[in-house]
């Protein structure tokens, strides 16, 4: 009995080891599964404000990859006017040239001071063969994600219209951006080179985007109200074969990115009684799909966005986008001689650009005939 006493009593000893060893654990594993909850609620926040993120920032970006038909419910009306085009004034008194060395990311150097004629020569005298060897490059995959869309539609909201708004006999590009908008900034580069193979300009401005939007080096259709809310409307641009019509919204470009309401947009334009810019604001709200800046219409070709992401390549402080450290006279020398990924992916914005006025035209422009554009329109879904 007391042998077999024995045995029990060490079989009781040896399962509440057993037990104490299982209870001593305990807290590791309920630690651990406490640890992998939490991981996968983390990615999972990351990935929805990622994705809130970039619906925000990137209103300008999308990956569709062909021309879309009309949304539904756009309004596309038949307009032919006669009407005279705004021509701004050379400068601004209350927003003066600053001529102050400045430091990157907080910097207005030589804002709203006008192109001299070799910086103009850049837009105005660009070599065809530049355009050409970039539309290639869109059509080998060269750029890759930098180039949207890399089949067929440079844009995912790319909207094909059933007409252009003709103004005096052409028909007319439309462009709504922002000064403090450094898809804005990025973007008119690529579009003064698409519209100077349709026409000249006689005057440009060097700009920034906001210091809250990167202080990125720009150009401007005309001096910027950069101190105050305004509309700048206007240019100092002409062509046989189109118009171009330039609303550009203003606030205090020593804020972040901010854009007035459209309403207040649409006032301010309507205030002017000029036909032409109250048509094409009428037509952008119309069309019903504004989702950020740029906002642009080549012709027949809706583009609410962006066609090229050229902020630069190479290393920059805190991520932040390489172009925000290059002066305007970098920016120049890497347009006037591309060599670089960066100057070829400016024509190939333009390129697009090109296409799509192009096609809305029926090609009758010269630079039409350029071999790349055609075989672009067709690449692209235009035709």
Request: with cysteine.
């Amino acid at each position: 009995m007391k042998a077999g006493q024995s045995e029990n009593s060490d079989e009781k000893i040896e399962n509440k080891q057993n037990k104490v060893d299982y209870n001593k654990y305990l807290p590791y594993l309920s630690s651990l599964i406490l640890l992998i909850i939490i991981i996968l609620v983390y990615f999972s926040l990351s990935s929805q404000l990622n994705q809130l993120s970039n619906k925000i920032s990137g209103l300008h970006l999308s990956t569709n990859t062909s021309v879309s038909a009309q949304p539904k419910g756009i309004s596309d009306p038949n307009i032919n006017i006669t009407s005279k085009l705004i021509r701004p004034n050379t400068s601004i008194p209350e927003d003066p040239i600053i001529k102050a060395n400045q430091s990157f990311g907080s910097r207005l150097t030589n804002i709203n001071q006008p192109f001299n004629s070799s910086e103009l020569a850049i837009f105005n005298n660009a070599n065809d063969s530049y355009f050409e060897t970039a539309g290639e490059m869109i059509l080998n995959g060269s750029f890759g994600s930098s180039i949207f869309g890399s089949a067929i539609g440079s844009n995912p909201e790319v909207v094909k219209l059933n007409h252009s708004i003709v103004v005096n006999g052409k028909p007319s590009v439309i462009y709504l951006g922002s000064i403090t908008c450094i898809f804005c900034g990025e973007n008119r580069w690529a579009m003064a080179l698409a519209l100077g193979r349709f026409g000249n300009f006689s005057n440009l401005f060097k700009g920034y985007s906001s210091f809250g939007d990167h202080d990125l080096p720009t150009l401007y259709w005309a001096p910027a109200h950069y101190n105050q809310s305004a509309e700048d409307l206007g240019n100092f641009y002409n062509s046989n074969y189109i118009n171009f019509l330039s609303i550009e919204d203003t606030l205090p470009i020593t804020g972040g990115f901010e854009l007035n309401p459209m309403s207040t947009i649409q006032s301010r334009i309507n205030a002017t009684g000029n036909k032409a810019y109250i048509n094409a604001m009428g037509l952008i709200l119309d069309l019903g799909n504004f989702e950020g800046t740029p906002y642009t219409i080549w012709g027949k070709y809706n583009t609410p966005g962006v066609d090229d992401a050229d902020f630069g390549f190479g290393s920059a402080p805190n991520n932040d986008p390489p172009m925000e450290f290059m002066t305007h006279n970098e920016v120049f020398d890497n347009i006037s001689r591309p060599t670089n990924e960066f100057g070829w992916l400016e024509y190939g914005g333009a390129d697009l650009y090109i296409a799509m006025t192009c096609e809305s035209l029926n090609n009758k422009a010269p630079i039409c005939s350029l071999p790349v554009i055609p075989k672009l329109e067709s690449y692209e879904g235009y035709n």
